[in-house]
């Protein structure tokens, strides 16, 4: 019997084959809507999830002032001393690696090239703590920083303003007033949330201390950079630092923190999360989309039933049962709805790889939300189907046999 309805539905849907195809478009749409949103959006979740893991492995950044940005309040505080950073790594079971780390902007120049660079001294634990990869050449090692060695890594963005196309290996460049050996070429990171990665030399600390800019106080470290080891409780471990340090920079128990720590783990986590609810709510109004796809299903289903009457007429005179006028009308309704829902979901997902490169985010394909789709398309089908398959199994035989 449903094989049966099935074939009669698949009739009826190729005998009106414009009406149809308008009905099932408006499914379609919002099947399409409904992939394309979640889709697109669990792609932008990944990309935020990776651009922060870009930064580094599981990643703490400790910067003294109050906080980050516009709530940034450094005037008056002390930096960090290289014992900080050293005492961290001792005393704080949860630390992997330790690096301090001194920034400064100076002009670089090579041959007739010159800008403004971004110059970092630290230790060689920072590649590993940010995740740095090399493209060419080696990283800093402990014996540069012992000596002081006035040898430097370049990222990409510093290669290609002032080396153009060429190799940057062996070749020199003065920072400052100081020449530097390029040692290592960075490779390529991208932007992030905090600029260009990319645009970065790096030197060792007492390199920068020693020939760059000076050394007059102990409170030379603007930044602690810190990677937490595998399984290690954020919070914990967040806790025990900030103890540590407040007991360092000599803080009351009535005194704010003079630091700020940021965590790359909890900020994946939260934008991650936000990301997620986003697609979410996003997703429930492209959902609304096929209630609106609905209603053109009942309205259809109501003419068909007006144009059919007579044809409903004569099968329930020769014995064919309410229920199985119900059920070919609810039959009809459903397979619009499941051939709009499919088309919908095939045709969205070739859409879907094109615009996931476009705005550069990857595409991840969910079965479940596909899947979810295409069963609320089939129960839209039922639901707005229901009522006209209903009035037609109503139908007085001797009212329908008269209808003209």
Not at 7 to 31: D, H, S, Y
Not at 37 to 46: I, K, N, Q
Not at 352 to 373: K, S, T
Request: aromatic share 6%; proline share 2%; charged share 15%.
């Amino acid at each position: 019997m449903y094989w049966n309805a099935f074939a009669i539905a698949l009739q009826e849907i190729a005998r009106n084959r414009t009406r149809a195809f308008l009905t099932v478009l408006g499914i379609f749409i919002a099947v399409a809507a409904i992939v394309t949103m979640v889709t697109l959006g669990e792609g932008a979740t990944l990309a935020v999830k990776a651009q922060i893991a870009s930064l580094g492995s599981n990643l703490l950044t400790l910067r003294p002032g109050a906080g980050f940005g516009n709530r940034a309040s450094s005037a008056g505080v002390p930096s960090f001393t290289e014992e900080d950073a050293a005492t961290l790594g001792e005393q704080v079971s949860g630390i992997a690696l330790v690096a301090p780390v001194g920034t400064v902007s100076l002009g670089t120049i090579h041959q007739h090239n010159a800008r403004v660079s971004t110059v970092v001294g630290t230790t060689p634990d920072y590649f590993g703590i940010n995740r740095w990869k090399l493209a060419e050449g080696r990283f800093l090692n402990a014996a540069d920083q012992r000596d002081g060695g006035a040898v430097c890594v370049i990222g990409e963005t510093v290669r290609r303003e002032l080396f153009g196309d060429a190799d940057p290996v062996g070749s020199r460049i003065r920072i400052g007033r100081a020449s530097c050996e390029v040692v290592g070429l960075l490779a390529a990171k991208g932007q992030a949330g905090m600029g260009d990665q990319d645009d970065t030399l790096i030197l060792p600390l007492s390199a920068l201390q020693r020939r760059l800019v000076g050394r007059t106080s102990r409170h030379d470290i603007n930044q602690i950079s810190i990677s937490a080891r595998d399984g290690t409780d954020s919070l914990a471990l967040i806790a025990e630092i900030t103890r540590i340090l407040r007991v360092r920079r000599h803080l009351r128990p009535d005194q704010d923190n003079d630091f700020n720590l940021f965590d790359t783990r909890q900020i994946a986590e939260t934008l991650g999360a936000t990301t997620q609810l986003m697609t979410l709510l996003l997703g429930a109004v492209a959902g609304v989309s096929l209630v609106v796809g609905g209603i053109g299903i009942m309205n259809i289903m109501l003419v068909s039933v007006a144009e059919r009457t007579r044809e409903i007429g004569i099968r329930l005179a020769i014995g064919a049962t309410a229920r199985e006028v119900l059920l070919q009308f609810l039959v009809e309704a459903v397979t619009l709805s499941c051939i709009g829902g499919l088309i919908g979901i095939f045709l969205t997902l070739g859409l879907c790889v094109g615009l996931a490169r476009v705005i550069q985010v990857p595409f991840h394909f969910n079965a479940g939300i596909n899947l979810l789709a295409f069963l609320f398309s089939a129960g839209v089908g039922v639901a707005f189907g229901f009522a006209p398959a209903r009035r037609a199994a109503r139908l007085n035989p001797i009212d329908a046999l008269r209808h003209e």
